[in-house]
């Protein structure tokens, strides 16, 4: 069995610092216990350098390798979910948010009169009754998902 290393580890977690070389602080160019790699412990000592030896937010950045609307952007979620804040999460929509139940229902009338999935057709057919534009592949999946319930 292989062990991961740490930074396969953070890659995986999404937390891979894209510019390591970037962080100058001192502290973290010494081996041991400060890793640039580890983006949320780099974020996480920018904001304590910050607050900690006053430094200003422009400068506490640019020493860690970071702009400074990421260290807005940090210092924000930080204050709303603490160090959790800090932790890289999955962009874009979480779930199907345009297939509301008025088109599901719309979806599922069509499907239950022709007894066919054509998702391009739905689509089209949802575009122009409800003027919601859904990606055929957005209704195969939920489809799918119905049928498994």
């Known amino acids: 069995m292989?062990?991961?290393?740490?930074?396969?580890?953070?890659?995986?977690?999404?937390?891979?610092?894209?510019?390591?070389?970037?962080?100058?602080?001192?502290?973290?160019?010494?081996?041991?216990?400060?890793?640039?790699?580890?983006?949320?412990?780099?974020?996480?000592?920018m904001l304590r350098h910050a607050r900690e030896e006053g430094t200003n937010k422009a400068d506490a950045a640019a020493l860690f390798g970071l702009s400074r609307q990421t260290y807005y952007q940090a210092e924000a979620a930080f204050e709303r979910d603490g160090m959790s804040g800090l932790l890289p999460r999955t962009r874009g929509p979480k779930s199907a948010?345009?297939?509301?139940?008025?088109?599901?229902?719309?979806?599922?009338?069509?499907?239950?009169?022709?007894?066919q999935l054509q998702a391009r057709s739905l689509a089209d057919l949802v575009h122009a009754r409800l003027g919601i534009r859904v990606h055929p592949r957005s209704i195969e999946r939920a489809v799918a998902r119905k049928k498994k319930r």
């Open 97 to 115: 948010h345009k297939l509301t139940g008025e088109v599901m229902r719309l979806v599922e009338e069509h499907l239950d009169a022709n007894g």
């Open 2 to 45: 292989t062990k991961e290393s740490k930074p396969d580890r953070l890659r995986q977690m999404g937390a891979l610092n894209p510019k390591p070389e970037g962080v100058r602080a001192p502290w973290f160019r010494e081996a041991g216990f400060f890793d640039p790699l580890d983006l949320v412990q780099v974020k996480y000592e």
